[in-house]
């Protein structure tokens, strides 16, 4: 379906010059002298590859209608995800990629969205947070014990995040999947 260049959102797939992109990143520019337009990051489906595209706010781009379905991830194949659908039970392979720096934040049975257009996926959602174990911590130093001061921690994934002084090596933590930040301690 068509739509106006200045409703396009990061998440939408549109199709662009025979290709089909998932949009990243936009932003509507003002300048000073002319018309605004919108500047969209996007990235190829098939190849990955990334672009940044220039429309006028007016200009119309091509919205593909996506589908969402639940998934449960069984295990990584090489550059393939192996997700299990949660109602026929038959195994889906879906490109990594997909996922981007948040692959990291996979575990068994974690379900999972997948956007399809036309039965191809096109993007992976990973739920908003994860529980995770902290594996290193820095100690506190002293006199640090404002609230508003967090110091540096490795999780059991290997991610690293900042988390508040009380947080300790071998506590469960529960972190956003999006940035890493910490939300809180995970319940018992």
């Known amino acids: ?11 939408q797939v549109i199709e662009h010059a025979g290709r089909r992109w998932t949009v990243l990143k936009q932003q509507i520019i003002t300048p000073g002298k002319g018309g605004a337009f919108i500047q969209v990051e996007m990235r190829d489906l098939r190849s990955g590859n990334k672009t940044n595209e220039r429309w006028r706010t007016a200009d119309t781009v091509e919205r593909l209608l996506t589908e969402e379905k639940e998934f ?3 295990y990584t194949d090489g550059p393939n995800l192996v997700l299990l659908d949660n ?8 490109p990594a990629a ?14 999972v ?12 959602h990973l739920p908003p947070t994860a529980v995770l174990e902290v594996v290193e911590a820095d100690p506190v130093v002293r ?6 001061s967090y110091k540096p921690a490795r999780l059991s994934n290997g991610v690293r ?3 508040p002084p009380f947080i300790e090596k071998g506590e469960r933590i529960v972190v956003r999947t999006d940035d890493a930040s910490y939300v809180e301690r995970a319940k018992a």
């Open 87 to 94: 109602e026929t039970f038959e195994q889906v392979f879906v």
């Open 113 to 124: 969205t997948v956007d399809l257009v036309e039965g191809e996926p096109v993007a992976v």
């Open 161 to 163: 995040t900042m988390v």
């Open 143 to 148: 006199g640090q014990t404002a609230a508003s």
């Open 72 to 74: 449960s991830y069984s």
């Open 98 to 111: 997909l996922l981007g720096d948040a692959v990291s934040f996979l575990q068994d049975n974690m379900t």
């Open 1 to 11: 379906m068509k739509q106006q260049a200045n409703q396009i959102r990061a998440g």
